[in-house]
Each structure stands twice: as C-alpha cells, then as structure tokens.
C-alpha cells in the first residue's frame, strides 16, 4: 500500500489544520492507521491511530481533546484534525498502517512521506 499524506503548511497559535492520508495500492479499510510527528532532533512519537472500522482511537496525552482522528472508508483516506494548535506542534507528521491500532511505531509496516506542519508564536 502506497501512503500520501498531505495539508500540512504554517498556521498560527490556536489555529486549526487537517492532515490527510490518502492510500492506493490496497483498500486503506484493511489497516488501522496512526498518525506519528518528528521534531528537529526528536525521535518519531506516536499522534494518534485508529482501527479498521473506525471504532477505536488512541491519543497521545499532548494532544488528547485537541486532535481528531477519524477515517472514510469511501474515499479511502484517514484525517487527523488539529485544533487549538502550539509551537510545540511543529513537526513532519508521517501516516503509516498497522495490523492493530497501537501506539508503538515498530508495529506499522507501510509509511507515507510526511508534511510539514509549522505552528507560529
């Protein structure tokens, strides 16, 4: 399965963005999908994912109750909204697809090229 994630771009404090992961090559319904960031000199850590029917959602505590994960099984694309949006978001966001929905990056098997989210002050 091919990954594209794309709608990254600047915004400022308290702003919103919604990412897009779209997959070709295999129905994307057959994953679960995570969303993981990287910082300069950061290692990659763990956004949010969600399962294959969209029932279950896990988020890191950072952005718990300020980002949305959710998937249309139609258009074969997975969403990450962010909302209320700091400084401390700036990163490259990666989807990628797993069996299960986990928050551990070694268990995702295909990822997408990343965007680049930049938050201002």
């Known amino acids: 399965v091919q990954l594209q994630a794309s709608g990254g771009g600047l915004v400022q404090a308290g702003g919103s963005l919604r990412l897009s992961c779209a997959a070709s090559?295999?129905?994307?319904?057959?994953?679960?999908v995570g969303w993981f960031r990287q910082a300069p000199g950061n290692g990659r850590e763990f956004v949010a994912t969600?399962?294959?029917?969209?029932?279950?959602?896990y988020y890191a505590d950072s952005v718990k109750g300020r980002f949305t994960i959710s998937r249309d099984i139609a258009k074969n694309t997975v969403y990450l909204e962010m909302n209320s949006l700091k400084p401390e978001d700036t990163a490259v966001y990666y989807c990628?697809?797993?069996?299960?929905?986990?928050?551990?990056?070694?268990?995702?098997?295909?990822w997408g090229q990343g965007t680049q989210v930049t938050v201002s002050s």
């Open positions: 990628a697809v797993a069996s299960i929905p986990t928050i551990n990056r070694y268990d995702y098997n295909y």
């Open positions: 090559g295999r129905t994307l319904s057959m994953y679960a």
């Open positions: 969600i399962s294959r029917a969209g029932f279950t959602t």
